[in-house]
Structures are given as C-alpha cells and as structure tokens.
C-alpha cells in the first residue's frame, strides 16, 4: 500500500510541539530580560510606516508568565487572528479533502498520468516541476497559495519511486527560494523598491541572473538527492487504461477545481479586493473539489463525509503547531519588546557600504523568525534603512537586494513560518527532519547570496 501523505504521525507532532514549545520559552524570557520600549506609527494611505527617531523607553508592567501559555489562544483574538483562523481551516480542509481524492483513487490517477509520461524522463520531471513552482515564487509572489499543491507533488514524488522530502523540495521549497531569488515578486521587490523611491522592478537583470544561479543551486540538490532512489513507478500503461469510468469523471471534476484554484489566484493580481479573501476563497474551492469528486466517483454522500472527517481529523493536531508558531510573535508583541530587537538590530548597521548591506541582510534574516510576512517587514524597515544607505552612499537597490534575500530563503527553515510548517504535516515529514536535510542547502545559498550583495556593492548596482 502506498504512503498516505495527508496525516501526521504522533512522532512527527511530538518534535515539531516541543521545538516550537522550547521557542515560545524563549520568545517569554526575551519579555523578562529585554528594556521595555515602543516607536511611534504613522498611517499615511492606510499603511503604518514607524520613525525611527521617535523609539522610547517604556515603562510597563511585563507580561505574566502563564500568558506565555495562553499565547496560542490569544493570537486568535489579536489582529493576526483572521489571518491565523484561515489558514487553520484551510489546512483541516485540504487535509479532508486529499483524503477524499485518495481514497477514490483520484489523486492516484493524476499522478499516474504523470508518470507514464516522464516515467524514462525523472530527471526532466524534477527540473520542469521546480522550475514551474520557482517562477510561481520569483513573478508572482505564490507562498502561501503553492499549498494546495504540495499534496499533489509530494504524491507524485511517492509513485514515481522518491520520497515526501522530494516532492517538498519540488514544490514548497522551490516556491520558498523563487520568493526570495525574486524577480517581478510583488510583496518583496515590487513593494520594498516602492518604498524605497525605485522605479518599478528595475535592476532586474541582476535579478534573473540571481533567479538562475539559485535554480541550479537547487536542481543539482534534488537531482544528487533523487540518485539515491531505484525504485520504478508502480503503475504502467495497462492500469492507467483500467481505470473505470466513475474515476475518469471524478478526475475531470479534479482538474477543473485545479483550472478554477490557479484562474483565481491569478486575477487576484489584478483585482486587489480578492487578495484580502484569498485564502477562505481557495479553501471553498478545496472544500468543493473533494465533495465533487468523491459524488462523482459514486462514492455516495454520507461515505464522503465519512472520508472528509477522517482526513480532517488526522490533520487536526497540525492546527495546534500553527497556533504555537505564530503564538511566538504574540508574545515578543505583547511583552513589548519587539520595537526594542528593531532598534536595537538597526542600531547595530554602522557604516561602510559593505557592511551595511551585510548587516540588513542578517537583521531581516532574524527578524524574520518573528515575522514572516514579507510586506509587513517592508512597511516597517524600509523607511528606516533608507536613510542609513544614503548616508553610507549604499545604492538603493543593494538595499532592496539584501532585504529580500533575508526575507524569504529562512522562510524554508524558519519553525516560525506557518507556510512551512503546514505543507510538512500535508507530507507528514518531521521539522526536525527537514532542518538535517536542508540546513546545509541554506548554507550555500547564504553564501552565494552573499557573493552576489558584495558584486553588486562593487558594481554599484542601481540606478540609484
């Protein structure tokens, strides 16, 4: 029998709840230790920008220790609370949903057609596949919205003979580095460069030399990872053409939710009102696509909500990671000392072309283990390095350079990140394990990323 990929072990829970468990302890003490201090916010269009001039020790109360424990239920009242409750019922859905596509043999069927099509072809399977998922990343901005996905390719990882690890590494890794090697990504180049006063996705054939340095990074790890495998795919022409007609049509049912799922997050990009109800969008489509298919392939109605809540129910101790991940914020917010690690991190820049570019690449670098959203950290950096570049003469767009390679390669390492963690439990692959395989990956990409901000100090990368 084929490994499912839609639940999550209790091994795999009891490592992930006890790293994020040990960081909440940790993000707590930092509320005890750390000077109390807040800056002061303007909202100008609708968008909070902070001075940095205006930072100010505060004299406050520090946050009781048992609220590190109720944190993860906090979070869902503060701000971020919408946000977090979607994507918790969006993972319960996929998860209920991929189960109905598994058991109807839907899913299987895909991946299958895959195969017989590159089964002599893997390695230009790898390839097309990450490539596809690292343009999603780098020209669109896809983080998030690659989720529904994952599933999908981690499957196909499976019967084509690999593992969960390589159908990760195809599709969310892939679509973590594109993000980062960004090239027309509108929630890191599009919007640091705004604030910045750059004209619009200039620079960027620097950029598309980056974009294909990190893909080759990248390939030539899941092609060296993929050697390992001589196992053949487990089912040929004839099972394809056996396949009954009930599947045939529960499969067209799939492929048309798929059509559907990519139409609406590309005219998300043009209607910005549909971005704020993306997720919850996605999720209904999700939720739809595994009720159709599953009447499609006369599996009967009360069969398929017998299926749906046994995939929603194995995926249900993952919602409690994602509550504690992003419980870890809420308390360094709360305690009040978030504004104090900003001052404190930007205060550290100094001068010295290069050493200010190096340096915001590790500020944003660390300050994205407590925020991972990439438009959030622009809004609150941006106007702050600014004003540092000009006055060690740091071009602009270098500036631009370095925040948008700490922002988004430690997404896909980072325990903090929710994105990461939900598409391992959709594959059911420990975080421990995941932070073996990679971390010597994100060593090399840290150093290549660095050798490409000291050529673009150098060449004075610009315009400006």
């Known amino acids: 029998m084929q490994k499912s990929a839609f639940s999550i072990?209790?091994?795999?829970?009891?490592?992930?709840?006890?790293i994020l468990f040990v960081l909440l302890i940790v993000a707590g003490f930092l509320t005890r230790v750390l000077p109390t201090g807040i800056f002061e916010r303007h909202t100008i269009d609708g968008k909070t920008f902070v001075d940095f001039n205006s930072y100010r020790p505060l004299e406050t109360k520090r946050l009781p220790i048992y609220r590190w424990f109720t944190a993860p239920?906090?979070?869902?009242?503060?701000p971020d609370g919408p946000r977090i409750v979607a994507l918790l019922l969006f993972l319960l859905v996929v998860g209920g949903s991929f189960s109905i596509l598994h058991e109807t043999s839907v899913l299987?069927?895909?991946?299958?057609?895959?195969?017989?099509?590159?089964?002599?072809?893997?390695?230009?399977?790898i390839a097309m596949v990450t490539l596809v998922f690292m343009l999603f990343g780098s020209m669109l901005g896809l983080f998030e919205?690659?989720?529904?996905?994952?599933?999908?390719v981690v499957q196909l990882s499976l019967q084509m003979g690999w593992d969960e690890f390589l159908g990760l590494g195809m599709s969310i890794l892939a679509a973590g580095f594109g993000f980062s090697a960004a090239t027309f990504n509108p929630f890191t180049v599009l919007l640091a460069q705004s604030l910045a006063g750059l004209p619009a996705f200039s620079g960027l054939l620097f950029r598309i030399l980056i974009f294909v340095a990190i893909y080759l990074l990248l390939i030539c790890f899941l092609l060296r990872y993929s050697k390992r495998f001589d196992r053949n795919a487990s089912m040929n022409e004839e099972n394809i053409e056996a396949v009954d007609s009930a599947t045939r049509m529960a499969f067209r049912s799939f492929v048309f939710f798929v059509i559907l799922m990519?139409?609406?997050?590309?005219?998300?990009?043009?209607?910005?009102?549909?971005?704020?109800?993306?997720?919850?969008?996605i999720t209904l489509i999700y939720l739809l696509m595994g009720f159709?298919?599953?009447?499609?392939?006369?599996?009967g109605f009360l069969n398929v909500l017998k299926i749906f809540s046994r995939g929603l129910l194995t995926i249900l101790p993952s919602t409690l990671l994602i509550m504690l991940a992003a419980s870890i914020k809420h308390v360094v917010e709360q305690g009040m000392v978030m504004d104090t690690i900003l001052y404190r991190a930007v205060s550290l820049l100094g001068s010295g072309q290069l050493r200010v570019a190096l340096?915001?690449?590790?500020?944003?670098?660390?300050?994205?283990?407590?925020?991972p959203s990439a438009s959030a950290k622009a809004f609150l950096l941006m106007p702050l390095l600014v004003p540092i570049a000009q006055l060690t003469k740091l071009s602009r767009q270098t500036l631009v350079l370095s925040f948008t390679f700490g922002d988004g390669f430690s997404n896909m390492i980072f325990p903090t990140n929710p994105?990461?963690?939900?598409?391992?439990?959709?594959?059911?692959?420990?975080?421990?394990?995941?932070?073996?395989?990679?971390v010597l990956l994100q060593i090399f990409v840290f150093l290549v990323t660095v050798i490409f901000l000291i050529v673009a100090v150098l060449i004075e990368y610009g315009p400006f």
């Open 73 to 78: 239920i906090e979070v869902l009242l503060s």
């Open 359 to 371: 340096m915001v690449y590790l500020i944003v670098l660390a300050l994205n283990f407590f925020i």
């Open 262 to 281: 990519i139409t609406v997050i590309l005219i998300s990009f043009f209607f910005r009102a549909l971005q704020t109800y993306l997720v919850p969008v």
């Open 292 to 299: 159709f298919c599953g009447l499609s392939a006369n599996v």
């Open 145 to 152: 919205e690659v989720v529904p996905f994952v599933p999908i």
């Open 108 to 125: 299987n069927y895909a991946v299958f057609s895959l195969i017989v099509r590159f089964k002599n072809r893997k390695n230009l399977l």
């Open 419 to 438: 994105v990461l963690l939900i598409s391992l439990s959709l594959a059911n692959f420990s975080y421990f394990r995941w932070f073996k395989k990679t």
């Open 9 to 18: 072990n209790r091994n795999v829970f009891i490592s992930s709840f006890l």
